[in-house]
């Protein structure tokens, strides 16, 4: 019964930068691989990063890379995701997601917990 509820996203111009957060409850967030995927309309849901909280790897989709970054907060039971340099085509639904069975569940997006999803829109 593990819950995980994003906030951050919003509206912003191509260029501009949001930072979404995913907090957890009902686990222990310590054992968790967490990540985040995205969905825009008539798309499949993709990959677009992770965290490997066991030995601090992160992983990115290529589109992404250079521009976001993902961070952990243990303390808080939060995860982040920092998105810079904002493209259009990053406009998505995006959902954090959980597994404490090991990273390949999240990369491989079959992870075993789901947030809602926060709307990141960006516009031209």
């Known amino acids: 019964q593990v819950q995980l509820v994003e906030s951050g996203g919003g509206l912003v111009q191509a260029g501009g930068s949001l930072r979404l957060s995913c907090t957890a409850s009902?686990?222990?967030?310590?054992?968790?691989?967490m990540g985040w995927f995205r969905q825009a309309p008539g798309k499949e849901r993709e990959f677009v990063s992770a965290?490997?909280?066991?030995?601090?790897?992160?992983r990115y989709t290529d589109s992404v890379k250079g521009r976001f970054t993902i961070s952990r907060d243990n303390a808080k039971n939060t995860v982040f995701l920092q998105m810079n340099i904002l493209k259009p085509e990053d406009t998505a639904v995006y959902y954090c997601?959980?597994?404490?069975?090991?990273?390949?569940?999240?990369?491989?997006?079959?992870?075993?917990?789901w947030g809602q999803g926060t709307q990141v829109t960006v516009s031209s």
């Open positions: 997601a959980a597994d404490d069975r090991g990273y390949t569940y999240i990369i491989t997006g079959i992870p075993a917990y």
């Open positions: 009902g686990g222990t967030f310590s054992s968790y691989n």
């Open positions: 965290f490997n909280w066991s030995g601090g790897v992160t």
